[in-house]
């Protein structure tokens, strides 16, 4: 089955939950009284605007504040007026950002579906509406949290038949990267259901201005945040320009950086920092000192291969002149470290060596070991599994390098590997054999 059709299949399920979780709240569930009515038009139209503020956070992801008046109504009116709420809202935002209809229906399904969930458990749980009792914390957690499950669930499947992610490691990976925004907006949709059944419409929209100004603060972080991203890429692009034998490298390395450092049990900020690490760790080559070297087509001296030995403490010194990046010194500075202390430049061994600096160098010298070189071919996935066997212990990390070379996740390394050569290729030019072997397997 094609991508396309996939993706239209799983579109065209959630579309008819959503309908099936409409038509039973409809026929089986209470009657919505008509301040409840009134309740899902005045949220409905705020769950409009919210989501046509809508704004992309990466090729796959959206940020916006629209289930927040989704979930107040809920609370308000856990029947299926929350539900009509949900779908029309979403519907209106979807329609005003001129989304695909494709996209248009998946997302108002979606919400729909999720709504139902959490309204069916918050009854369920025994919670009632806040018109007539209290919000009790038990009905209300467990309704957020069937709320979530569905709607990243629903998500991630889409996610996973575009590009080929495991759908429930993509959940369980949403889940915990939201945990902490998800679970302080609870409170807010607390205070929006609760102002609108004592307060009514009128002081309740007064408290959404400030909530669509966060949202904007929100996105204002995101676009600063992409462009010192993008600034990072073309410092890095302008770098390896020097040198076309590694154009790519530093992309490439991150990327290993990360599947490594996932291997080895390291995820959230620390890994993320790494990654960073890992695409800054060679910028310090920009320094003029290097420019003759990168460019030489033959073997370094002894002379030059001296000077090239310094670039980790030339890239440290750099990225230190930067407060954001403070914390990426020392992973960046003991990039060529050995675990047996022969390496450089201060000759750290074992566990002295930073964390970070572990991961990077065995991320950095598997892709030298597998791009092609002006004086050698690429190695194979089984020779660079084998010399980072050999290395264990010796250059690297064994705890690291063991995790690493499990079959199932050897398996996953070496599907990275051809990506990453796809995305960043290798920039080849016609040449004499060119650096020693030393230097280029840890470029």
Not at 269 to 294: N, S, T
């Amino acid at each position: 089955m094609s991508q396309d059709r996939r993706i239209r299949r799983i579109v065209e399920t959630v579309a008819a939950g959503a309908i099936i979780a409409l038509a039973a709240f409809l026929a089986l569930g209470d009657t919505p009284g008509i301040e409840q009515w009134k309740a899902s038009l005045f949220f409905t139209a705020f769950g409009a605007l919210a989501s046509a503020l809508t704004y992309r956070t990466s090729s796959s992801t959206s940020g916006n504040v629209g289930f927040l008046p989704f979930m107040s109504v809920a609370l308000v009116a856990p029947n299926a007026a929350a539900l009509v709420s949900a779908g029309l809202g979403m519907l209106v935002g979807e329609l005003v950002i001129r989304r695909a209809p494709l996209k248009l229906v998946f997302n108002a399904a979606q919400q729909v579906l999720s709504v139902a969930a959490a309204v069916f458990v918050y009854t369920l749980a025994g919670g009632e509406s806040v018109l007539s009792a209290q919000v009790r914390a038990v009905p209300f957690v467990l309704m957020m949290a069937a709320y979530f499950s569905v709607n990243k669930l629903a998500v991630s499947t889409v996610i996973s038949a575009v590009s080929g992610v495991n759908t429930w490691g993509h959940w369980l990976k949403s889940i915990r990267g939201s945990f902490v925004y998800d679970a302080l907006s609870m409170p807010l949709i607390v205070v929006f259901a609760i102002a609108y059944a004592r307060l009514g419409w009128t002081w309740t929209g007064l408290l959404v201005l400030p909530t669509l100004g966060i949202r904007q603060l929100y996105r204002t972080v995101f676009e600063l945040e992409k462009v010192t991203e993008d600034l990072l890429q073309l410092m890095v692009a302008s770098i390896e320009a020097r040198d076309p034998y590694t154009s790519g490298h530093s992309q490439r390395v991150a990327r290993y950086a990360h599947a490594v450092a996932t291997s080895a049990g390291i995820t959230g900020k620390m890994r993320d920092r790494i990654v960073v690490a890992a695409l800054l760790h060679d910028v310090g080559k920009i320094f003029e000192e290097f420019a003759p070297i990168l460019r030489k087509p033959g073997k370094l001296t002894d002379v030059e291969f001296v000077v090239m030995k310094s670039h980790p403490i030339k890239s440290a010194e750099l990225i230190s002149k930067v407060t954001h990046f403070q914390d990426l010194v020392s992973a960046v500075r003991g990039h060529h470290e050995s675990w047996d202390g022969s390496g450089y430049p201060d000759q750290l061994s074992a566990e002295s060596i930073p964390l970070g600096a572990r991961v990077i160098a065995l991320a950095d010298t598997i892709d030298a070991m597998s791009t092609s070189r002006p004086y050698r071919a690429a190695m194979s996935p089984e020779i660079v599994r084998e010399e980072i066997r050999a290395q264990s212990g010796v250059q690297f990390d064994p705890q690291i390098c063991a995790a690493l070379l499990k079959p199932e996740v050897w398996a996953a390394m070496e599907r990275e590997i051809v990506v990453a050569n796809r995305d960043y290729p290798l920039i080849q030019q016609s040449g004499e054999a060119g650096r020693t072997a030393e230097y280029s397997l840890t470029a």
